[in-house]
């Protein structure tokens, strides 16, 4: 089970008005061979400058889901404060927290993974969520190629990760045809392709999320906007 909701977690100088995000809120479905859900992702902005919430909250079959991450934003850079998981499934338990403490430089996992990294000096590190936000803002300053870094889950290790613009689709939500520019993410050290559809009449609001690796396909798609 836990395998799979995995797949789910990794499942966010140019003219820099023109890559605000907006916040928003959506409601998504996520499917695959083992388990499926729906529920409620949203951008937020609050009160305090700079801080922004993403956060995605689900049901599921005898259980219940929500994955949190908190950052900052300020002069079109994004730095990573908490990325957070709490899973419930029947008896079953599982939370976990990433820390990013920037003050000491040290990035922390608590709960079922428990590790500590050194945060790289020169480059920003990312969560598995609000990597899709800097995602965007790439694709929007016209990049075709790009690397973002990320930590693994399991064992802390900070992993560069590639992406590609490598064409255009079209994806239906809500009765309505959004025309789209997919980007793919090939990890090679575990054989996974992932590919984003970012809907540029929705300020390139990423609506499906298709990830294949040995296991299967996993699916990530935005039934409704709110």
């Known amino acids: 089970m836990y395998k799979y909701l995995g797949l789910f977690f990794v499942l966010i100088s140019f003219d820099l008005a023109s890559q605000d995000i907006p916040d928003y809120k959506g409601e998504y479905a996520f499917t695959n061979s083992r388990v499926s859900m729906q529920g409620i992702r949203e ?31 300020k002069n079109n850079l994004i730095t990573s404060t908490k990325y957070f998981v709490d899973v419930k499934w029947t008896l079953i338990s599982d939370k976990r927290t990433l820390n990013f403490d920037q003050s000491s430089g040290t990035l922390t996992s608590k709960g079922k993974f428990e590790w500590s990294q050194a945060l790289l000096e020169d480059e920003n590190i990312f969560d598995p969520l609000n990597v899709q936000i800097q995602i965007r803002k790439n ?6 190629e790009f690397s973002l870094m990320l930590p693994d889950l399991k064992t802390g290790a900070i992993e560069s990760n590639n ?64």
């Open 163 to 226: 992406y590609e613009v490598v064409g255009d689709g079209t994806f239906e939500v809500d009765g309505t045809i959004y025309s789209c520019i997919i980007v793919e993410r090939i990890r090679l050290q575990d054989d996974r392709t992932t590919r984003y559809f970012l809907a540029p009449d929705l300020d390139y609001l990423i609506i499906k999320v298709e990830d294949e690796d040995q296991d299967g396909d996993t699916m990530l798609e935005l039934k409704k906007l709110y």
């Open 43 to 73: 951008l937020i902005s609050h009160e305090e400058n700079g801080k922004r919430t993403i956060q995605f909250n689900a049901k599921f079959p005898l259980g219940r889901i929500k994955i949190t991450s908190d950052f900052i934003e």
């Open 139 to 144: 694709v929007i300053a016209g990049l075709s």
